[in-house]
């Protein structure tokens, strides 16, 4: 499996920003997620959305702005972010795996990784 991401830009407070990630391999076959690090600190969970059933889940800090969403006819799995605030800046990763649900929060569980996007939130 490989994983492009893209999608990241510079928007003021409020704004919107889509994020996508395109999967070249079994598309639905994996647990398709979006991390994020600022400078500083650690890779935090963001979203996924679940190979089976397509639940999803979100961190409590992006819940209600964030939606996470495959577009199987691009084979992307996409992370829509809107109300974006400063403390939204970061690299964005997306990631895939074969994760159960109670551990789909960790980065350790993803096996495929792809590049970072940068989303920079000007106050």
């Known amino acids: 499996v490989q994983l492009q991401a893209s999608g990241g830009g510079a928007v003021q407070t409020g704004g919107s920003l889509r994020l996508s990630c395109a999967v070249s391999g079994p598309f639905r076959a994996y647990t398709m997620a979006w991390f994020r690090q600022a400078p500083g600190k650690d890779r935090e969970f963001v979203a996924a959305?679940?190979?089976?059933?397509?639940?999803?889940h979100y961190a409590d800090s992006v819940k209600g702005r964030f939606t996470i969403f495959r577009d199987g006819a691009k084979r992307t799995v996409d992370l829509q972010m809107n109300s974006l605030k400063p403390e939204d800046t970061s690299v964005y990763y997306c990631?895939?795996?074969?994760?159960?649900?109670?551990?789909?929060?960790?980065?350790?569980?993803?096996?495929?990784w792809g590049q970072g996007t940068l989303v920079t939130v000007s106050s």
């Open positions: 959305i679940r190979a089976s059933g397509g639940t999803t």
């Open positions: 990631a895939a795996g074969t994760v159960i649900q109670s551990t789909l929060r960790e980065d350790s569980r993803y096996g495929y």
